[in-house]
């Protein structure tokens, strides 16, 4: 079982941080919902749209281990040795006929989707230096979660079969667990970049109307929850403001904003920490509340919203089950003041 643990979704305080600069993200403070996804538009909008064949050399920088090899999200084995690595220029495509030939330029969001236009078809934060046969069998496939039917699977151990997702069917594409989050800030960042022009992304199998569908938000959740920013992403976002596109993704100096805009409990207003405090112990729940939080309500939710249990709290303390079985929960406490907390056990 994984182990749990617990973070307050608002207010929520990084053990490290990117470094955006004093003020950058001033306006969308205080927001919820799609005001401050309308707000994180406009300060991250306007961004230096960069060549194509520059793309190149800004891998070089955005991309680059610390064993100066190149950073394949396709290939990589964190904590292991990976199948092949490749080297900056040397190894750049190219012909090829299998993996380990050479690296290539990914769009995690394909270019077909949004029809190559200027803009999103350079912009570094969903693009990524891959294998180009590993890239080759992503192909235009949809992100998602692998059961059966398994057509491809690479050296590191992404692979390509049948989706095995509540609301989700077809061939998809499932790169491992390390990279899901990038990936998932990466979507949630084209949908705030880009917010005005993904309502004409009518290509775009994962959209409906310039939103994700709903089996797509549940999954990019997920993978946001379950797979934390890494010190790899902090590093790539400051390169990709200081010295090629001059703005921020902005859910990588704030991963507590995905929930405020996205999911069930978006648009909840945000709460201070010292009005409650709730934190695991073994197989329960506690809680520590402020007097004028008694009488309220503690319900626990999946992922997706629905209610797993309900408990009246009419006292300052006291705890409560979780659920036996491992995934991502989320913890609203409705009283005088609302707050949600989630927990992945």
């Known amino acids: 079982m994984r182990a749990p643990y617990l973070t307050i979704l608002f207010s929520l305080p990084l053990l490290c941080s990117a470094q955006p600069p004093a003020g950058y993200y001033d306006s969308a403070q205080g927001l919820t919902g799609e005001p401050m996804r ?32 190149v950073w394949d999200i396709y ?10 690595q490749y080297d900056f220029i040397a190894d750049q495509c190219g012909n090829y006929d299998s993996e380990g030939d050479c690296f290539n330029r990914e769009h995690t969001f394909p270019q077909s989707w949004f ?5 999103p078809d350079t912009d570094l934060f969903h693009m990524y230096p891959t294998d180009a046969w590993v890239n080759q069998k992503r192909a235009n496939w949809p992100y998602g979660v692998v059961g059966g039917g ?14 095995d997702y509540p609301g ?16 998932a800030r990466g979507y949630f960042y084209m949908l705030t ?15 409906s109307g310039g939103a994700f569908l709903p089996w797509v938000e549940n999954l990019m959740l997920d993978w946001h929850l379950t797979d934390p920013v890494s010190a790899k992403e902090i590093a790539r976002n400051n390169t990709i403001y200081t010295s090629l596109q001059n703005n921020r993704n902005p859910y990588i100096d704030h991963p507590e904003w995905v929930q405020r805009i996205w999911g069930p409990f978006a648009s909840v207003p945000e709460a201070g920490q010292e009005s409650a405090r709730i934190w695991w112990d073994g197989d329960r729940l506690n809680y520590d509340l402020s007097t004028n939080h008694s009488p309220a309500q503690l319900r626990i939710h999946t992922l997706t919203g629905s209610i797993v249990s309900t408990t009246s ?25 609302r707050s949600v907390v989630r927990i992945v056990r």
Do not use: M
């Open 38 to 69: 309308q707000a994180l538009h406009d300060i991250i909008d306007g961004h230096t749209v960069l060549v194509n064949s520059s793309l190149w050399s800004a891998f070089g920088v955005t991309d680059r281990k610390p064993n100066n090899k």
């Open 168 to 183: 989700c069917s077809g061939l998809v594409f499932e790169p491992i667990d390390a990279y899901k989050g990038d990936l």
């Open 193 to 207: 970049r880009y917010k005005d022009e993904a309502v004409n992304w009518t290509s775009a199998p994962v959209l």
């Open 313 to 337: 709290v009419t006292g300052a303390t006291g705890s409560t089950e979780l659920p036996s079985e491992s995934g991502v929960y989320f913890v609203v406490l409705e009283g005088d003041v």
């Open 115 to 119: 029809d190559g236009v200027p803009g």
């Open 75 to 84: 290939s990589d084995v964190p904590d292991g040795t990976p199948p092949y």
């Open 150 to 163: 398994v057509t491809f699977q690479a050296d590191n151990g992404g692979r390509l079969g049948q989706c």
